[in-house]
């Protein structure tokens, strides 16, 4: 059976046949391509278990768009890690593995998410091993990236309806100890030194520009440009493709994700995800899937009162419950007619928006109805909105789109302001999810599940554990990137 959004169209990056090799430059056990954080935890894992690895890395150094993330990583199950057993939470792994099948969507990966779900405290203490450090400590509410060290946050959609309906809420976010910085960085830079330390042959502005393969399609290396020459790698045991998603290469976004169209120019990226992994794996017959998958999100918050206003779209209807996760809420915001999306909100939560969400005031009135009247809406459009919100609000509840009771409030506090959340105008910033069909062991895979035999994949490279943008939690790539990237690593240099 085929499977959704799957690709295997001919690319420009052919395979260079193994019969036309001149001779191999590197002779190596395992080849990764991209020293990321999947690519970096391929290459430990393999080297740990003794084999001879060579990193090919087409910057000028280490780190790849994972040292850019905020660096929060998700952990869960078990019982709990000790930063939320310290602050009073105990995450059940059950629970652990309904709210990732959720977050998942329709076409989530049961044995992947099982897997993780039930390593996921193994994976922190090897985390931990490498010299990752993470403070036991606790920040409630909803947050970003605080930057002073701290630990614990709610990055997802946990205590938010529908996901708090099916899992019991915990927060699963981890950053490592990084005051003042990203953790992302933190993160890559502790991994890198581990890799130096494992004495692994690391080359940089080296860029890979096809796969090695014999008449079976069968991989048996890598094309390098490195000093504007092309050198060949040779890989006993496997390439692990680790390079990235394509969020920088127009021609791909505008095949397969035509969203990423109507979004500002704002993809996350240090500037080489260009999908010319995802199109070495193609080049053998490998299946991509769900390349339609863009993460995108919205900060609404900061400031956290925000959450207690209302998000509606230019008919001036909700359409989604506003204590989601960001990412969340900004799909919802793709899905409306239109391009208007505006929050409203009351003089009692009003606060500046930050500047970097570039959400602006749209207009302050005195009443729901001038408010609606200077947007520009259909007399009533909202109005019968705000009215209905705030009768069940100042009760409790939501029955309409079920916002925890803590989030509630009614807006009956003039002015009122509607604040501009325009998709193509605010920060919507963006990467993809899809990429190469994988076993969660980092086989690369055709459309028919049979493996490429000598090629893995890890990271954006593949689509992994987060697939659904819809579902999406703050930690889930860089958990996938590094917990898979092991995998893969250990995969590869077991072949015999």
């Not at 799957?6 to 690319?11: G, I, T, V």
């Not at 959720?102 to 897997?115: K, T, Y």
């Not at 010319?276 to 609404?300: K, N, Q, R, W, Y």
């Amino acid at each position: 059976m085929t499977r959704p959004n799957s690709s295997s169209q001919p690319h420009p990056l052919a395979p260079h046949p193994l019969a036309k090799v001149p001779g191999w430059d590197f002779d190596l056990d395992i080849i990764v391509v991209g020293f990321g954080a999947a690519g970096a935890s391929a290459a430990i894992e393999a080297a740990t278990i003794g084999a001879r690895v060579g990193l090919f890395e087409v910057a000028s150094g280490s780190g790849g768009t994972s040292a850019l993330a905020g660096g929060y990583i998700y952990f869960g199950g078990g019982g709990g890690t000790p930063a939320q057993r310290d602050n009073g939470f105990v995450d059940a792994t059950e629970d652990f593995y309904r709210y990732m099948m959720m977050a998942g969507g329709p076409d989530a990966d049961e044995a992947r998410v099982r897997l993780y779900a039930e390593q996921a405290l193994d994976h922190y203490r090897w985390l931990e091993g490498q010299g990752v450090s993470f403070r036991n400590t606790y920040v409630p509410g909803k947050q970003e990236t605080p930057r002073t060290g701290d630990c614990l946050i709610w990055s997802g959609n946990e205590d938010a309806w529908p996901f708090n309906q099916e899992a019991k809420p915990c927060p699963r976010g981890h950053l490592p100890e990084a005051p003042g910085e990203l953790g992302g960085k933190r993160l890559l830079d502790t991994l890198a030194r581990r890799v130096q330390d494992l004495g692994i042959e690391i080359h940089f502005d080296a860029r890979a520009t096809a796969l090695v393969a014999d008449e079976a399609q069968r991989v048996h290396g890598v094309v390098v440009q490195i000093d504007g020459q092309p050198r060949f790698a040779r890989a006993g045991k496997g390439v692990i493709l680790c390079a990235g998603g394509f969020v920088l290469n127009d021609e791909m976004l505008q095949r397969y994700a035509p969203l990423a169209a109507r979004l500002a120019t704002d993809s996350l990226s240090a500037g080489h995800d260009d999908g010319s992994g995802i199109c070495m794996g193609l080049s053998v017959g490998a299946a991509a899937i769900h390349m339609d998958e863009l993460f995108t999100t919205l900060p609404i918050y900061p400031p956290e009162s925000h959450v207690k206003g209302i998000l509606v779209n230019e008919r001036g209807q909700r359409f989604v419950n506003e204590d989601a996760y960001p990412g969340r809420v900004s799909v919802y915001c793709t899905r409306q007619t239109g391009d208007r999306i505006f929050l409203l909100v009351d003089d009692g939560i009003f606060e500046q928006p930050s500047e970097l969400s570039r959400i602006t005031v749209a207009a302050v009135e005195e009443s729901w109805a001038d408010l609606e009247q200077a947007l520009g809406m259909v007399e009533g459009a909202f109005v019968e909105t705000v009215e209905t919100y705030n009768r069940h609000a100042a009760k409790g509840e939501d029955p309409l789109f079920h916002k925890t009771a803590k989030w509630l409030k009614p807006l009956d506090e003039p002015p009122f302001a509607a604040l501009a959340c325009h998709v193509g105008q605010a920060f919507y910033p963006f990467f993809t999810l899809g990429g190469l069909s994988t076993r969660p062991t980092g086989e690369v895979l055709t459309a028919n599940d049979e493996v490429v035999v000598g090629l893995y994949a890890a990271g954006r490279n593949c689509c992994g554990l987060p697939r659904s943008a819809e579902g999406y939690s703050s930690g889930m790539s860089l958990a996938d990137c590094t917990y898979f990237g092991r995998l893969a690593g250990r995969s590869a240099a077991a072949l015999e």
